[in-house]
C-alpha cells in the first residue's frame, strides 16, 4: 500500500495566494521529501527534510515534519501561475527506495 | 548538475511485442537505480531496484518476467516489457541517486509507452 497519503488531492488559488499541501505516512522514516511534476514529465527534487529536523525553508517554500504525528506539510508563498503542477511526498526508508504519497495538483490562476 | 536520461520519452508499440527503455546517469555512477511507473494522474510506484551486476529485486505484485531489468554497468539501466499489452501502457521513470552530497536523488524526464 502506498505509504504517503496527501491532502488535498486537488488545490486551486489565486496567484499571490499561499498553498498549503499535507502528507501523512505509516512507517518510521530516514527522511521525506517534495517533488514537483509537471503534467507527463519527469520529477523535480525540491527539498528534503531529515527525521531530526522540524522546518526547512528553501527560496518561497517551507517544509515542516512532524515525525510524532507521521505528517509533513509544504508550503509555497505568493504563488505564482508557474506553480502549477503535481506535488509529491515521498518517504525514504533506506537506501534510496522512495515511497510515493497520492499527490496534490495545484492549480494558480493568474 | 547531475542528469539522469531516459530513452525513449515516448513509445508506441503493438501488442505481443518487446520494448526497451533505456535510464542513463550522465555525469555520475550508480550503483542503484529506481523503476517507477505512474498512470495518469496517479502516484508513483516502485517497480524494482536495479543493482549493478546483480539480479534486479522486484516490488510485491512485479512480474520479474513481464518486465526485465538489466544494470549491466555503473551509467546505464535498461527495463524492458516484454509482451507487452494495452494495460501496460504508462509512464515508466527512472531515478538514480547519487552517492555523497547526501545521496541525492535525480529522476529521468520519463517514458511515455503506448500498446495498441
Known amino acids: 500500500s502506498q505509504q504517503g497519503e496527501e491532502d488535498p488531492q486537488a488545490l486551486s488559488i489565486q496567484e499571490g495566494e499561499n498553498a498549503t499541501m499535507n502528507c501523512s505516512y505509516k512507517?518510521?522514516?530516514?527522511?521525506l521529501q517534495w517533488y514537483r511534476q509537471n503534467s507527463g514529465r519527469g520529477l523535480v527534487h525540491l527539498i528534503l527534510i531529515r527525521s531530526n529536523e522540524r522546518e526547512k525553508h528553501s527560496g518561497r517554500l517551507r517544509v515542516t515534519l512532524d515525525t510524532s504525528k507521521k505528517s509533513s506539510s509544504l508550503l509555497i508563498t505568493a504563488s505564482r501561475a508557474a506553480d502549477t503542477a503535481s506535488y509529491f511526498c515521498?518517504?525514504?526508508?533506506?537506501?534510496?527506495?522512495?515511497?510515493f504519497g497520492e499527490g496534490t495538483q495545484l492549480t494558480v490562476n493568474p | 548538475g547531475a542528469v539522469v536520461s531516459q530513452h525513449p520519452s515516448r513509445v508506441i508499440c503493438k501488442s505481443g511485442t518487446s520494448v526497451k527503455i533505456e535510464c542513463r546517469s550522465l555525469d555520475f555512477q550508480a550503483t542503484t537505480m529506481f523503476w517507477y511507473r505512474q498512470f495518469p494522474k496517479k502516484s508513483l510506484m516502485l517497480m524494482a531496484t536495479s543493482n549493478e551486476g546483480s539480479k534486479a529485486t522486484y516490488e510485491q505484485g512485479v512480474e520479474k518476467d513481464k518486465f526485465l531489468i538489466n544494470h549491466a554497468s555503473l551509467t546505464l539501466s535498461t527495463l524492458t516489457v516484454t509482451s507487452a499489452h494495452p494495460e501496460d501502457s504508462s509512464f515508466y521513470i527512472c531515478?538514480?541517486?547519487?552517492?555523497?552530497?547526501?545521496?541525492?536523488?535525480?529522476f529521468g524526464e520519463g517514458s511515455w509507452l503506448t500498446v495498441v
Open positions: 531515478s538514480a541517486s547519487k552517492e555523497g552530497a547526501g545521496n541525492t536523488i535525480y
Open positions: 512507517t518510521s522514516i530516514n527522511n
Open positions: 515521498a518517504t525514504e526508508t533506506s537506501g534510496s527506495r522512495l515511497t
